[in-house]
Nanobody, 114 residues
Framework: QVTVVESGGGMVQAGGSLRLSCAASGRAFSTIYWYRQAPGKEREFVAVWVRSNGTTRHTDSVQGRFTIFRDNARKTVDLQMDNLKPEDSAMYYC?????????WGQGTQVTVSP
């Protein structure tokens, strides 16, 4: 049974911080992605972490504000979000992949007020 569970969402004021966590169990996933989707918009890529070499990449709009990383103690792949902006408000989803298989979590809501 493959499960992907996100946590850590919430409401903050602009300039604040949140840390999202993705717990993916059942398989040794090779790549973990974070995506987000705002109402009326398409789901968009936010960041990715690659297990084999620890490579990370962030979309331009969050570069320098968000950081994806592996928390080895908690066995999660987290997204540290600093200096949040209202336009960061969205449902954030974790996507775990291995050998062409893809598993999604249910999402966690992030709301940033002006």
């Amino acid at each position: 049974q493959v499960t992907v569970v996100e946590s850590g969402g919430g409401m903050v004021q602009a300039g604040g911080s949140l840390r999202l966590s993705c717990a993916a169990s059942g398989r040794a996933f090779s790549t973990i992605y974070w995506y987000r989707q705002a109402p009326g918009k398409e789901r968009e890529f936010v960041a990715v972490w690659v297990r084999s070499n620890g490579t990370t990449r962030h979309t331009d709009s969050v570069q320098g504000r968000f950081t994806i990383f592996r928390d080895n103690a908690r066995k999660t792949v987290d997204l540290q979000m600093d200096n949040l902006k209202p336009e960061d408000s969205a449902m954030y989803y974790c996507n775990a992949r291995i050998l062409g298989a893809s598993s999604w979590g249910q999402g966690t809501q992030v709301t940033v007020s002006p």
